[in-house]
């Protein structure tokens, strides 16, 4: 195996690295705490929202959190956020090795700071939990969030990877994606 030159860009990815750590704080933040807010909002509410307005509340916070941190770290990093996306990339050669394992770091971190800010941030612990609905099995699980992952990362390849005219507006497309599969 061929090691010359894997870090001769280290300077550049230790930078997009920490941008990256800053931008999936940033993006989680923004869409947990509008988790965080609708659950507050229902907890103390006389009239409770319904489970559809509150999935609305949720899918909406985390589709447009994802669209203006993209949005907005796009140009720099890529802003990926995720490591399914990371290795997505990897894999189809547009992120070096390097940056891949970088990126992972900071995003994995980047999740953890942002919580941590949330947390700081509210009264209430995080209310942010993923669980199964009744009636829907592990296996099940799995596989939904396996096909919602892959049309995330499908959308990014077909609008961010794949340079085109309309690549500037790719964050567009994945926020309404990630929308339409925390629907």
Known sequence: MNFEGLFENIRED????????????????????????????NLSSVRPASNIQQVLYISTSMGFSLLVSAWLFFRITGGLFNPNVSLALLLVGVVKPVRFVLYCIAQLLGAIAGS??????????????????????????????????????????????EKHQATAFAPVGIGLTLFSGHL
């Open 14 to 41: 230790a930078m997009a690295a920490l941008l990256e750590f800053v931008g999936t704080a940033f993006f989680l933040l923004l869409g947990l705490g509008g988790i965080q807010a609708a659950t507050a909002e």
């Open 116 to 161: 941590a800010i949330l947390l700081g941030l509210t009264s209430e612990s995080l209310s942010v939990n993923t669980f199964l609905q009744d009636g829907t099995s592990i296996a099940q699980g799995i596989f939904i969030e396996m096909f919602i992952t892959s049309g995330l990362v499908l959308s990014v390849l077909m609008l961010a990877a």
